[in-house]
């Protein structure tokens, strides 16, 4: 859904500007720093950009799925560590506070998050615990007006950066599955709260992940997120299907740039007397990636308007990862192809994103998990009508 177009389109505008003026001739710098910038950052925090999914009585800028969607087409056209900087924040580590939190949380959180002066984080997944999310087996017990936490988190995007983490704990040692989970916002300045060293990464040199180990962690039972036990693993979930919209939205984007790339480069370079672009296996390799990421763009586009009507879209949000994160695999593989052996050689950029787009089809689910939810709720909705 499309608010107002008129000033959808400005700040579309100005993100595709910054991100031609100001990120693309940073590319390089942050993947040999490995560092984003302070300015940038600043830059990025006066477009609202920390704010995009933030409710405007909070001070953000309220963007349906559709507008945030179209906002991540732009911001992908860039390494995508850029987009790391906000997309924990702008996504998994505050909807929970935006979808279940009170009150007195969103009153709290959400006006620092959405001008990027707190930067959220997600803690779900676990040395033990990654696709198995339920498994988890950090544990927080109840001991007066406070709740004990224990445990490790791992691979957390942001996690030296953040002012609090959206984390996922169990509070019933009984229940092992989903219903025994909580989630808390915890304050990183939390005694007994300590980091990993930062992960040494296959891509997206900038965007930092690392471990968070809690010990003894005392965290104040006002922060569990909704005021009662047990809702955390469905909180998460309802995070993950916009999260999923998003990532799909962030590999169309990417693609495009990759694409664009690859074009000019293939009218540009000159193999047997003609630009190679003329050569029709060059290009099947360019139609195929237009072609495919069109595709994608759609359903990511389809996915965000049924979410912004209030349909359940985990079955939508999960084709769109699927495919958009394994599509852009695909652009990026045959962008490698068509520069050949410049491909493969660091100064012309396209093997950054090769490795830059790998994780895609990891992070906030495998493709396979993608698979798992599609197929069950495939099966769960034919049940019901055969009920
Ligand atoms: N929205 C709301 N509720 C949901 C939901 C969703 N999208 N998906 C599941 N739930 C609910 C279920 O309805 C169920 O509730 P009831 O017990 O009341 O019936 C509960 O959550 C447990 O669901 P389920 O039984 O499906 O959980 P499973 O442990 O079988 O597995 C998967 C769920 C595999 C889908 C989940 O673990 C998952 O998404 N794993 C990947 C985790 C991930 O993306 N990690 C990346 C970390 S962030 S970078």
Do not use: W
Not at 163 to 172: C, K, P, Q, V, Y
């Amino acid at each position: 859904m499309i608010r107002d177009q008129e000033t959808l389109n400005l700040l579309v505008d100005n993100v595709a500007r910054f991100v031609r003026e100001r990120l693309v001739p940073a590319e390089e710098i942050v993947a040999e720093t490995d560092e984003i910038p302070a300015d940038i950052v600043d830059e990025m925090k006066s477009l609202g950009l920390f704010g995009l999914s933030i409710p405007e009585q909070y001070g953000g800028l309220d963007l349906t799925m559709e507008e945030e969607a179209l906002v991540m087409f732009e911001l992908g056209h860039t390494s995508p560590a850029f987009r790391s900087v906000i997309g924990t924040t702008v996504g998994i580590g505050s909807q929970g506070i935006v979808i279940d939190g009170t009150d007195e949380q969103k009153t709290l959180y959400l006006p620092k998050l959405a001008t990027g002066e707190l930067i959220a984080s997600f803690g779900l997944t676990e040395p033990g615990a990654g696709s198995d999310a339920a498994s988890l087996e950090t544990r927080a017990i109840r001991d007066g007006d406070h709740y004990v936490i224990n445990g490790t988190k791992r691979f957390i995007t942001n996690a030296p950066h953040a002012g609090i983490f959206t984390l996922m704990a169990r509070t019933d040692p009984e229940d092992k599955r989903a219903g025994g989970i909580s989630a808390f916002i915890v304050d990183a300045g939390t005694a007994g709260l300590s980091f990993g060293k930062r992960d040494k990464k296959m891509g997206q040199r900038g965007a930092h992940t690392c471990d968070v180990i809690l010990e003894n962690c005392r965290v104040p039972a006002r922060n569990l997120i909704g005021g009662k036990e047990g809702g955390g693993f469905k909180t998460a979930m309802k995070v993950l299907d916009k999260g999923r919209i998003h990532i799909a939205a962030i590999c169309v984007g990417v693609a495009e740039r990759i694409l664009a790339d690859a074009l000019r480069y293939a009218m540009e370079r000159r193999q047997f007397g003609q630009p190679i672009a003329e050569f029709q296996l060059v290009q099947a390799m360019l139609a195929d990636s237009r072609t495919e990421s069109y595709a994608a763009r759609t359903m990511v586009l389809d996915a965000a308007r049924r979410r912004d009507a209030g349909l359940q879209v985990s079955t939508e949000a999960s084709c769109a990862k699927l495919f958009a994160s394994e599509m852009v695999g695909r652009v990026a593989d045959r962008a490698v192809q068509i520069f050949g052996g410049a491909g493969y050689i660091s100064d012309y950029g396209i093997e950054r994103f090769y490795r830059d787009v790998r994780v895609f089809r990891l992070y906030e689910g495998t493709s396979q998990i993608q698979q798992l939810v599609i197929a069950r709720n495939m099966i769960r909705e034919a049940s019901g009508r055969n009920a």
